[in-house]
Structures are given as C-alpha cells and as structure tokens.
C-alpha cells in the first residue's frame, strides 16, 4: 500500500538510536526511549494559506530529520511502524 499524505503532512520511518551509549555500555529494550530522528518516507504538496495559495515544503522525501518526541501519530502499513505529522512538528532537517 503506497500512502500519499495530504497538505502539509510527512510520512516518517523511525530511524533507530545506538543500541551502546559512548562508554559502551548497552542500553537495554526497556530503557530504550522512541527515536526522534527519522526519514521522510512522503510528503504533501504544501500547506494551504488563507488566501487559498500553496506554500511548497521545506522537506522532501528521502530527507533525515528531527522531530518532538510525542510528534505525530503513529500508524501500522503492512507491518511497519510510521508517523504521520505536520511539517510543523519537524525540529530540523539533518543535512549529510
């Protein structure tokens, strides 16, 4: 199933966190906090202002981004875990 999201909402894949913190010390699940870092899996065509023009995304697909930790609202597609958010609950764009 392909989604296509509307206006100004991303598609995000989780993207996971070290599983050793930089002591080498390995993080156990249960201790383990959801990710704020992803990759944009799709995106809309923009937002919608009130004079009923378009304003274009900053993000696009394939971008690295981060993002608040209880952004989004998380949905199932074909057994993956995603979140689908605004583009105003992205924090920034990682740059490579």
Do not use: C, S, W
């Not at 199933?1 to 390995?26: F, S, W």
Request: charge should be negative.
């Amino acid at each position: 199933m392909k989604l296509r999201p509307l206006h100004d909402r991303v598609v995000i894949r989780r993207l996971e966190e070290e599983q050793k913190t930089a002591g080498g010390i390995i993080i156990p699940d249960t201790a383990k906090e959801k990710p704020v870092r992803g990759e944009i899996v799709a995106a809309g065509h923009g937002k919608i202002l009130e004079d009923g023009k378009v304003r274009a995304l900053d993000v696009k697909t394939g971008d690295q981004v981060l993002f608040a930790k209880y952004a989004g609202t998380e949905i199932k597609v074909e057994g993956e875990e995603l979140l689908v958010m605004r583009e105003d609950d992205i924090m920034a764009v990682i740059e490579k």
